[in-house]
């Protein structure tokens, strides 16, 4: 920071709507109506938000009266409390307009390592101020103060606020991008019918909260699994918002593919190009090597051993996250977060000429005559605007038909499983006895 | 990545050093020259490091022959064995050259941060290729593998090489840069004397390591606590590399007392400058509210509740991390590894006009008086190039200089508690009765 730039002081600070942010709310925003078939109803906590807010020389605990009721707020993470004008400083006023960020799962692990990411500014850029709004359950709510303080100690400048709580109604508030990483993970003995109602239950809420409260185009990104199935849920319930905005994590499975062909071939992994994951994020899903390219030449052509492109291929795209575990003894967090940070700047940077990435899609309008109704992972282009197109030209073989209608299949049979909470009547379901999801992944 | 700008496949791959690097080494190097005093022996297993390769259509186990063994490579981190011309292609022929950075600690939380922004580019610049070394216990080798795995995932265009062993005598060739995070925490009933020791002893060993194979100019900034007198333990024994190379991370405690000023004063973080951490990283730090400035006006002008100032605010500083474990649960792995990215980046663009930044250096020739001979933490500016100089005209007064020589007894003390480490002679621990650690931190 140059000190040559640094304006005067200013002996008061200015607070927006200090009295309506300095508060501990507690709000009841239920979702029942979907509620009625294989579980029981949910308990449902109150759900709360913590937001904050200080002023000069004050740190002392602040009494909050709501609802007839008196509260004393312990912690104020103050720094993001604080409201601004960019526009008023130098180093500040070249800025673009601030966005609003909600992460949910904002505890966990992969959040850990993309909430400091997307604050640094390494997703949205240099000049993109941003404030996050950071989502959790009620269990979690002392470790998001965590997280907000090491927010604050790491002194972003362009990480202008911080909002934590566990109602997505206050949390989704005019928010232009939601990743939704929260979700349940499968206990022990838990059928996969039961996970893809718990975590669908979970999204049914979360895509009403986002069509009352969210940005009429806000990009929705689902990383919570079963994503797919989940991203389906939260569009049907969101339908103020185009279905064509919400987006299921398939970056990482692409990004394991790029490397595992590249391994194969011994080139390094920038060389792999056009590379599509079709389907669905579980086994079923299609890595393509028939239209994959290395050094701009099909892979089929570099990599002569087809046998292991139809064969252990895909399965080494698959086991990875398991064997990372393996290794490593928690869940791969990191690479994770690296691919949700890819996955938005491939919608907020042009696509390089002639490549394309694959993320999960709603499939109306689809040229690949797959079932319209679902979310799937396919082959998009953008030119960076947060938008997208489908790459229409993609060469489908009979080997990767075949494949991709297994992975619809599945697809299909989850959404006739959840058709409770899509508004699509009585939940019908019948997975089969195969477990389709990922080893390693919740 | 453009598709005009591939060039044709390559039909074989080359690889420099093949047979060299496509081995399990099993080479003993041990320091045992100063482990004579306190402690009996520690048990040294044999150090080993895991290098690998990759050749075309080969993924099979490689059977390895060294010493007269034969061991079955499982795991090849193929990607990152392969050789390149950068200056060959179009996208990289403009980057600088390769530079090679160790990371010891590093299948540890502050690592897992760190390594992946050190891949991104966001430390060294979007065009400077880095290799990391990974340096980890015998115990963690099966989780650094599961981190080179991450870092393969995550397809970083500039990460070029991963090499991971428990060998500092590999890891440590030729690297520019040693960030060195690993130390064992403070056990149950552990005396601070027996923590010295026993962290000094790696510190020992890695400074040896470094003066016989490191790049003559190694920077090293010591992260492992206690990390003032780690580092003077490892600058001791690398009497071939400058004093001045040799760092203490106290960046964190200069971030969280800049956020806590903030706070105080009711702005937002970035009105915060010249901010010095004087001393050890302990709780007898001096965090400098006297030279630090609010929009550039002296803090005590800006804040004047001067009774919290010299009572408060340093508390508020060093309870940071106790806290934060209370609220999340775990140490503040992410904030601190923004501070070490923070810290190199002062060193390696230069320090913008009229401010300063905080790092534990060698205290030869420094013109506070401060007694020589120590790694002390003081306020330094950079050209940017790697190197930095001591701020010389800070003012100290009364209250001030007080503080600091209760910094400078207590790292003296340490000092003569490691003697058996540095060369100089025989230990004599008198730490005194307080524990000065910072609360939450190992």
């Not at 993470?77 to 601030?98: M, N, P, R």
């Not at 929260?182 to 039961?194: L, S, T």
């Not at 080494?316 to 690296?338: D, M, N």
Request: include cysteine; hydrophobic fraction near 40%.
């Amino acid at each position: 920071m140059a000190m040559a730039e640094l304006s005067a002081p200013k002996t008061t600070s200015t607070f927006l709507n200090s009295s309506s942010r300095l508060r501990l709310s507690s709000k009841l925003h239920l979702s029942n109506h979907f509620r009625h078939l294989l579980l029981p109803p949910l308990h449902t906590a109150p759900n709360s938000k913590i937001s904050c807010s200080v002023s000069q020389n004050s740190q002392a605990p602040v009494a909050v009266q709501e609802n007839g009721l008196v509260k004393t707020k312990k912690e104020c993470y103050g720094v993001f409390c604080l409201t601004y004008d960019l526009k008023a400083e130098e180093q500040t006023k070249s800025w673009k307009k601030l966005i609003n960020i909600a992460v949910s799962g904002a505890a966990g692990m992969i959040s850990n390592h993309l909430l400091f990411k997307l604050a640094s500014g390494a997703v949205f850029g240099p000049d993109q101020p941003i404030a996050l709004k950071l989502l959790g359950s009620e269990r979690s709510i002392q470790a998001l103060e965590g997280v907000a303080m090491e927010l604050e100690d790491s002194l972003f400048p362009l990480l202008r606020e911080v909002d934590i709580g566990t109602d997505p109604y206050e949390i989704f508030q005019d928010v232009e991008w939601a990743i939704l990483i929260g979700a349940k993970p499968r206990g022990p003995g838990m059928e996969r019918a039961d996970l893809l109602d718990i975590n669908g239950q979970i999204f049914a809420e979360q895509g009403k909260a986002l069509n009352k409260v969210a940005s009429p185009d806000v990009k929705v990104l689902v990383v919570g699994n079963p994503c797919n199935t989940n991203a389906l849920i939260c569009l049907k319930n969101a339908p103020n918002i185009p279905a064509k905005n919400f987006h299921a994590l398939t970056r990482l499975d692409e990004n394991r593919a790029k490397c595992q062909l590249a391994l194969k071939a011994g080139v390094f992994y920038d060389k792999v190009s056009n590379m599509t994951i079709w389907g669905n994020h579980s086994t079923t899903q299609v890595p393509d090597f028939l239209n994959a390219k290395i050094n701009g030449v099909p892979v089929k052509e570099v990599i002569t051993d087809h046998k292991w492109l139809e064969e252990g291929f895909t399965e080494s795209v698959q086991k990875r996250g398991g064997l990372l575990i393996q290794k490593w003894g928690r869940s791969s967090a990191a690479s994770t977060a690296v691919s949700i940070v890819d996955a938005i700047k491939s919608l907020v940077t042009p696509t390089p000429e002639g490549d394309w990435f694959s993320t999960g899609v709603y499939t109306d309008g689809n040229p690949y005559g797959i079932e319209e109704g679902l979310v799937f992972s396919m082959p998009c282009r953008s030119k960076g605007d947060g938008d997208y197109e489908l790459v229409k030209d993609v060469e489908i073989d009979d080997y990767l038909r075949n494949r991709i209608a297994k992975s619809e299949a599945e697809l299909l049979a989850e959404k006739r499983c959840v058709a409770h909470l899509t508004g699509e009547g009585i939940a019908y379901c019948d997975l089969g006895p195969v477990d389709t999801m990922l080893p390693g992944e919740v």
